[in-house]
Structures are given as C-alpha cells and as structure tokens.
Nanobody
Framework: QVQLVESGGGLVQAGGSLRLSCAPS????????MGWFRQAPGQERELVAA????????YYTISVRGRFTISRDNAENTVYLQMNSLKPEDTAVYYC????????????????????WGQGTQVTVSS
C-alpha cells in the first residue's frame, strides 16, 4: 500500500520555526508534483505550497509567502516544508499530497487533482 509519511509537526510559539517532512513509500513519487495542504477545524483544506517534480515550479498561498519554503530532495525521496515566523493562524493539520502525473511542470492548488494523501501532522502555534 502506498504511503506518504509526514513528520515534523508539533507545538511552537509564535515567531518560531518548524520543518515538515514527507517521505513517500515509493520512488516514483520523485516524478510527481507534491503539495502541502492544511486544514484547521471548521475550515476547508487549502494548499499551502506545491512543487513540481524537478523543483522548477513552485506555488505558495499568499498568507505564507516569504515565511514558508517548499523543497524536495529526490535522491532521498523526501519533500520538505520549512515554516518560519509561524503565527497562531498557521495552526492546522498539515497534509502531504501528490499528483500522479509524471514529469508534469504544472502545480495545482485544487485538492481533487491530488491522488495520494498522507495521514497528516498537527502543527500548533501558541500566541
């Protein structure tokens, strides 16, 4: 069974940093666009950041631009989300997801276009 395993969540004070990691269980995910979504209680799931297979194309939602950085290490088959200057409104469950179209330069913010999802990792930012 394919798995996307997230790690790195936790509790941090406002202004602090966390780095999330996503490790797919199969190497074919190095060919796929990967994204980080988040969902807070009572809110819709939103794309935070996405990166295409060779890191040439990235997307960030406006609220995290300049604070978060998405990256990937295809040799290690891992995708990262570096989160700096965290705010209480960043509190959510963060999910790693993948679009299973290989070698696609396109990055999408639409959840229904992502075919694989991790279980999520909780990020809590205290004020």
């Amino acid at each position: 069974q394919v798995q996307l395993v997230e790690s790195g969540g936790g509790l941090v004070q406002a202004g602090g940093s966390l780095r999330l990691s996503c490790a797919p269980s199969e190497r074919r995910f190095t060919y796929y666009t990967m994204g980080w979504f988040r969902q807070a209680p009572g809110q819709e799931r939103e794309l935070v950041a996405a990166i295409n297979y060779n890191s040439d194309n990235t997307y960030y939602t406006i609220s995290v631009r300049g604070r978060f950085t998405i990256s990937r290490d295809n040799a290690e088959n891992t995708v990262y989300l570096q989160m700096n200057s965290l705010k209480p409104e960043d509190t959510a469950v963060y999910y790693c997801a993948a679009v299973s179209i290989p070698y696609n330069d396109y990055v999408t913010n639409k959840p229904f276009e992502y075919d694989y999802w991790g279980q999520g990792t909780q990020v809590t930012v205290s004020s």
